[in-house]
């Protein structure tokens, strides 16, 4: 039997302008350098576990949060997958806007909208008892106070819920540089 053919890929990729909106779960980091926001507090523990708000990277029409997560005693039949979205007795986290909207990392995908506000949880740096993990809120937050709730039931974190200013969000935004400016649009 011969082989299948070979999967043509091109020599070359190239990157497009960034087009805002539709309710993107990941950080247009190809884009843009974030303006950078430090702000380290805790924002929710259980007997083992802390979990600690380290900053934010604010992009023109966007926002992540940056979190912290340590362990002190770590399952090691669970390693590294209770942090992730798709655990179902795991991290979780939740933003009330000022102007009453809420959203969780547990929403799923939304139909139907052009633009939905998402909240994405993304781990992606750490070790056995300590990650990183990145919260990316797909537009940016109204003004205001915002409400960042955390629950983390396998560790035993109970709901939680942290008041942070979005109006030095919204601030930031204007200092994100774009990288490529003025590239063209393929759509």
Request: proline share 10%; glycine share 8%.
């Amino acid at each position: 039997m011969p082989d299948p053919p070979q999967r043509q890929v091109p020599d070359e990729m190239v990157l497009s302008a960034y087009v805002p909106g539709g309710g993107k779960e990941f950080a247009p980091t190809d884009w843009f350098v974030p303006a950078y926001i430090d702000d380290t507090r805790p924002v929710a523990a259980g007997p083992d576990a802390r979990v600690f708000l380290t900053g934010w990277q604010v992009w023109p029409y966007s926002v992540t949060l940056r979190l912290a997560v340590f362990l002190r005693r770590v399952r090691t039949s669970r390693l590294f997958d209770h942090v992730g979205p798709d655990s179902a007795d795991g991290l979780r986290c939740g933003l009330r806007l000022s102007d009453g909207r809420r959203v969780t990392t547990l929403d799923g995908e939304q139909r139907g909208e052009a633009d939905p506000l998402t909240l994405t949880l993304s781990p992606h740096t750490g070790g056995a008892h300590h990650y990183d993990v990145d919260l990316h809120l797909s537009q940016l937050p109204t003004a205001g106070p915002l409400t960042l709730v955390v629950a983390w039931p396998a560790e035993g974190v109970p709901e939680t819920a942290v008041e942070l200013d979005a109006t030095a969000v919204r601030d930031a935004a204007a200092r994100a540089v774009e990288v490529w400016p003025g590239l063209p649009r393929t759509d």
